[in-house]
């Protein structure tokens, strides 16, 4: 039975600890949870938002009149090196099984924090590696049609931090099918650990943030070169990350109020204390006007806003 709960506090539902109260919560476990709320919605004709793991979405300090709806389903079933795995499972959790089964492919994510479901939605990715270079097929329910469906990996649309079902929000993420290759099991944890030390030098883990609050743009040719000739990397498909281009305006560890940017890293907005998300607005605001300013980027948020 749903246990549709009333103003219910956010921040403990997400990394970034911050958040109002929620008019309806409610925790869907399966695909009949999932249709029991929807009619539930319909019926109150309620605004919704939905979410699973809570890394990468800062709710307002008011909070969301409707219903947010937290997806838990949360399973993993092997079949060769085919792993099935319910959208509310924790992404560590996956590669952590995976490591154990001794399944390669997923290594360099190791460390991102959030949901299954999130990553898939948001093609999360690190170090080189993405969720669209291990996902086969994904299970997926029509808000609209109340049908569901499976996209194999063409039709899910990943392209950088970006998929078909985030722009088509109707679309629920139940579970996806994974695709790793058998590998060797202490060299798999091994590629696991060098990946969380590497993680390690570039910020502080288990902070209280939503992880890169902007997504890495797309700039001209000019600040690219500025990029590589600054760090004495390259760029990749005409991007420059979104942290150099705030260090280089001197966003680095700027704080307004208890909300503070990076430690080791800009494009991380870090909940030192009391942070309210119109500290981290009035944050962003600053980082987006310096940036444009001085390079002519428009900076674009990674972090799903819910509620304003």
Sequence with gaps: MLNIQENVSLKEYTTFDIG??????VEAHSLSDIE??????????????IFAGGSNVLFSDD?????????????????????????????MDLLMFAAENSLTGGENLTGIPGSVGGAVRGNAGAFGTEM?????????FNIETGETAIFDNEKCGFVYRN?????????????????????????VEMKMYNIIAKRNTK?????????SFFVNPIVDEDVQKMFEKDTGKKSRDNRVPAGWLLESCDIFKKR?????????????????????????MQLSAVAKTRVRDEFGVQLKEEVVLAGF
């Design 63 to 91: 909070g969301f009149n409707g219903i947010v709806i937290r997806i838990t389903v949360n399973s993993m079933v092997l079949h060769g090196g085919d792993l099935m795995c319910g959208a509310g499972t924790d992404l």
């Design 20 to 25: 109002g109260t929620a008019r309806y919560f």
């Design 163 to 187: 998929s078909f079902f985030k722009k088509n929000p109707q679309y629920i993420i139940i579970s996806t099918t994974f695709d790793f290759a058998l590998g060797d099991k202490k060299e």
């Design 256 to 280: 307004i109020g208890d909300i503070q940017a990076g430690v080791e890293h800009a494009n991380y907005f870090i909940n030192m204390d009391e942070g309210t998300a119109e500290q981290v």
């Design 203 to 211: 910020q502080v883990q288990n902070i209280r943030s939503a992880g």
């Design 132 to 140: 669209c270079d291990i996902v086969r097929e994904v299970h997926v």
């Design 36 to 49: 029991e709320i929807l009619a539930f919605v319909k019926e109150k004709d309620l605004k919704f938002f």
